[in-house]
């Protein structure tokens, strides 16, 4: 049976935040848990079609994979490995140290899947977003110099009405042992490389490779509320060679610094200079935010430095969005005409009044206590 797409499954859209994911979720899981039905296969199986689907979009990667390339590019390796690497992997350990050929009942590790086939080279590229589009998140359409199977052999390197022959040295395993007694060492075979067999006669296209150079366009989505790091996109690389694997993708995100805010974690900062009149009398101010313009209603005596929380206009994350805090920075005039000058001394003079009768007063109060 075809599975489910995830989105439909949890009930939420594709544009659906981290947060809404994860209350969609825990509502299916509550619902469908197996101690709440119990003997319900049914209700068992929506529990686990849920997690499934959480596991896929709480992730910002593996969410990322599944936009572009649907259930295969998610389910088909298993904690970076499948079932054949895993199979591989110790079918190398135990045969390159005992020599058994059948340890897993398939025969062979590695030098059978040389002969099938070797996974592809990753690449790597630096992709340089500004601040907004790493709040916002946005689609690049990047170019690589990637390869692909030549068309003229369809990828066997051996030129059209030959094929290629079966390494006479390894026997086509791809593997030599060296060693004698309980002591035996596997190789890749000298002479064929490790494929387990030979070209005589090259594709004069691909001068016996299987592959050519080819440069291609790839689009890619960048997450909302992504920082500085690296992005990993599977299967992105290089083909493998001889129907291999192909190899990923690494994409190493940088974002440019932003000309009014910063981050700090998921909210932003920015300064905002006001007026002393401003400061003192109070004001509605027009400030940036990361998707427009909003106004902020500054309160009566707000003193330099002071700092604002403007609630979810920061940066999408875990667990929701995070908020603006507006740093006021009260601004002193350099340059004030005659008529500003003679209202700020006939301020002052207020301000000397003020100050001298307070000060008369505390005088008075503290004399009183030594009398």
């Known amino acids: 049976m075809a599975k489910r797409d995830y989105y439909e499954v949890l009930g939420v859209g594709k544009t659906a935040t981290a947060t809404e994911i994860k209350k969609a979720y825990r509502k299916m899981a509550i619902k469908f848990h197996p101690d709440k039905n119990p003997g319900d296969a049914s209700a068992e199986e929506r529990f686990k079609e849920a997690a499934e689907a959480y596991d896929v979009l709480s992730d910002a990667e593996k969410r990322q994979q599944y936009d572009q390339f649907g259930h295969a590019g998610v389910n088909s390796r298993i904690g970076g490995f499948n079932a054949s690497d895993i199979q591989d992997m110790f079918g190398d350990i135990f045969s390159g140290i005992f020599g058994f050929d059948n340890f897993f009942g398939g025969g062979g590790g590695s030098g059978r899947r040389r002969a099938a086939g070797r996974r592809g080279a990753s690449l790597k590229i630096d992709l340089e977003i500004d601040f907004r589009e790493s709040a916002t998140g946005c689609t690049r359409t990047i170019e690589l110099n990637r390869h692909k199977s030549c068309e003229t052999c369809t990828g066997s390197g051996a030129k059209p009405g030959s094929s290629p022959v079966q390494c006479t040295t390894c026997g086509g395993r791809g593997q030599v042992v060296r060693g004698h007694a309980f002591i035996q060492i596997r190789e890749a075979c000298p002479r064929c490389g490790g494929e387990g067999r030979m070209i005589t006669d090259p594709c004069t296209d691909c001068s016996g490779r299987g592959l050519v150079d080819n440069r291609e366009e790839v689009t890619v989505r960048i997450p ?17 060679i001889q129907g291999g694997p192909a190899g990923d993708l690494y994409i190493d995100i940088h974002v440019s610094p932003d000309e009014f805010f910063e981050r700090n974690g998921d909210d932003i900062v920015c300064t905002v200079p006001i007026s002393f009149a401003q400061a003192a009398l109070g004001a509605t101010i027009e400030i940036p935010t990361l998707t427009g313009k909003a106004e902020l209603a500054v309160r ?72």
Request: proline residues 3%.
């Open 224 to 240: 909302a509320g992504i920082s500085d790091g690296r992005m990993r996109l599977r299967g992105q690389g290089q083909p493998g």
């Open 300 to 371: 009566r005596g707000t003193q330099s430095g002071q700092v604002y929380r403007m609630a979810r206009l920061g940066f999408p994350g875990e667990y929701g969005q995070g908020d603006l805090m507006v740093r006021l920075q009260v601004e002193t005039p350099t340059k004030l005409t005659e008529r500003q000058e003679e209202l700020l001394r006939e301020l002052a003079e207020i301000e000397e009044t003020a100050v001298h009768s307070k000060r008369k007063s505390f005088l008075e109060r503290m004399k009183s206590l030594f009398q």
